[in-house]
């Protein structure tokens, strides 16, 4: 059997139901071998396009996500998804065609190091040398992709070894003596970790991407209801613990509620559960939560007391850890009334400083209006996804996720183009939901081509794009930070997305009333297909609540 | 019997401010580390590119084969007083190709460098140089007309100080190996 043809088989009893891909040059004995291999592959119109794909796919559906593209510049324009999935820690498998080995290293035609240059950006990559290691390398990068912390796996075939017969024999056995990643917490730190919670006068939970990853949102939900917990969630993480709930703080961070971000100031314990105290969530890192111990939950003990210094480090599996704390907790019988005066505190933050905004006076749509009109209009029920910008914060802000795996955003990378993709990635894996992608019209122009792509797969996927004519971001930075010179953020000539949208056979409606927003997403969400939606809103809103760069959370303003 | 929840101290009560935050970022020491990895292509390219992208400066460096053709071990010097060692070490182990690191105390291991010096040895210098090579325990391993190349096998520190004494002689050009360690005991390092 040629090893594509194992390749294929692999993919298959690794439970694959769908690729996502672009073919070339070095990968056509590959897709020669998905001619037959009934495996669905979704053709997209750039490679980026296939990896944010596969990474709305895994996103939305837990699964491992899979692209493929060919050498040189197919794997070059793979780099960004690469490198997204390895900051969002999204468990796709990523294989590229090379050049035939006797061109290696001669600069052939599309040759370029795939290996060399994603070394830094993927979880593991391995460079296929002999046609009968390649069942054996793909099942080792499903496992590497999706276990422990999971992120993107690389594995690279030389064109010639590809076709190359090799003696097939199923297996899925793993054996891979560096890898093995700490699931189970330690019981011992984890009765001090109960203990401490039961101790402290002013906890705050602190939740992050783990536990969408680790599916633990349940566990989640009994720890905060094990006492009164306030809980927070990081961008990554909204929706795994229901927004609509009395113990939610909002998002911390950046652009988080004073209520997180007071409440992480001045706690005396925070829980982390799967987070990673970056810097958009810290700010100023020696002001960051001056008065609280950290009990800090992560499957990649590299994260624990990386950033910040870890008083009850615990190794494992979210789920795995959560679960064994609230029984820990419970048996603990703390008395819950020692809560009563921080909860008081927080209250008087969540009342004195909500989320709010200053509505237009006329049918001016605002833009956190808008994702306000979004949540009604798909009952709060849709799976979002964005692209990076005011857009996004103010979807994290206003949409309030009930449930995790519903927001697919690119977050610790910041990529502008992940929006379509990840939205077709997302209706592919869940056909049955209403998915949304809410764009910035400054973002929606990168990767706009994978609207052919949701056309070909006949994918229901409504693109809401957030129209204020700017880089709306970079123009707030300019103007709350460098004088208002506005450099380079006005985006004039951006194109007329009504006839853009049917120029890829989609519908195109424009919005521009407030008083009928509702009701025309509807209309939109229940026209059948793609449809892409020019929603005109206040050109020069800003982003607020925010903390800036650099200083810490009680210096918020706006 | 232990049972569950009566491990030691697990009863005290608990009081929050009495927490202590994991070890110290900083050990202030050299580090020699004993990495065994998996010999196969790159990842020798993998160690010195997460040193590299996470601002980790390699100090010694020394890789070679093992007992067991399958692994090779690289042995590393980084400065603790520059780096947070034990997220150094906990940044490796996340290497897939990475089997085992084992950051060697000193006392614990023995550590050994191979150095090669080529010095000028003319006239009456020659002598001068010869008896130093003695009291380190070198060899002469080639002999020009006017130069000597000695070979010094030591701790780095013995290195650094027969540096130190030949540099007045002119010391033309040095090579060192930078250095390798195995932990003392019966146990593997």
Known sequence: MRAVDALMECLKAEGVEVVFGLPGGASLPTYDAFYDAGIRHVLVRHEAGGGHAAEGYAK?????????????????????????????????VFITGQVRTDLLGTDGFQECDTIGITMPIVKHSFMI??????????????????????????????????????????????????????????????????????????????????????????????????????????????????????????????????????????????????????????????????????????????????????????????????????????SLEADSSRLDEWLGRIEGWKEKYPLAYEDSKDSEIKPQYMILALHEATNGEAIVTSYVGQHQMWTAQYYGFPKPRRWSNSGGLGTMGFGPPSALGAAIGCPDQTVVVVAGDGSVQMNIQELATCMQEGVNVKVFIMNNGYLGMVRQWQELFWENRLSAVDLEGRPDWVKLAEAYGATGMQFTAKETLVDDMRRAIETPGTVVVDVRVTRDENTYPMIPAGEPARNMVG | MAMAGTDQGMNEPLAIEDLEAEVGLRTGRTHVLAILVENKPGVLTRIAGLFARRGYNIETLAVGPTDDPGYSRITLTVDGARHPIDQVTKQLHKLVNVLKIRDLEPGEAVQRELALFKIEADGAKRAELLQMVSIFRGNVVDVGPNTLVVEIIGTNEKIEAFEEMVRPLGLVEMARTGEIAMSRGRDAT
Not at chain 1, 61 to 87: E, H, R, Y
Not at chain 1, 156 to 166: G, R
Not at chain 1, 292 to 302: G, L, Q, S, V
């Open chain 1, 60 to 92: 939305a559906t837990g699964k491992v996500g899979v692209c493929f593209g060919t050498s040189g510049p197919g794997a070059t324009n793979l780099v960004t998804p690469i490198c997204d999935a390895m900051m969002d820690s999204v468990p796709v």
């Open chain 1, 129 to 330: 040398q002999d046609p009968q290691d390649l069942p054996k390398t793909v099942h080792e990068a499903f496992h590497i992709a999706g276990s422990g912390r999971p992120g993107p796996v690389l594995i690279d075939i030389p064109v010639d070894l590809s076709k190359a017969d090799i003696d097939y024999q199923p297996t899925e056995k793993v054996t891979l003596p560096g890898y093995s990643p700490t699931t189970d917490g330690n019981q011992k730190q984890i009765r001090l970790a109960a203990k401490a919670l039961a101790n402290a006068k002013r906890p705050v939970i602190y939740a992050g991407g783990g536990v969408v990853n680790a599916n633990a949102s349940e566990e989640l939900i009994s720890l905060v209801r094990a006492d009164r917990f306030p809980v927070t969630c990081t961008l990554m993480a909204l929706g795994a613990y229901p927004a609509d709930d009395d113990q939610w703080l909002g998002m911390l961070g950046m652009h988080g509620t004073r209520a997180a971000n007071y409440a992480m100031d001045e706690a005396d314990l925070i829980l982390c559960a799967g987070a990673r105290f970056d810097d958009r969530i810290t700010g100023k890192l020696s002001e960051f939560a001056p008065h609280a111990k950290f009990i800090h939950i992560d499957i990649d003990p590299a994260e624990i007391s990386k950033n910040v210094p870890a008083h009850i480090p615990i190794v494992g599996d979210a789920k795995n850890i959560l679960s064994r704390l609230v029984v820990e907790y419970r």
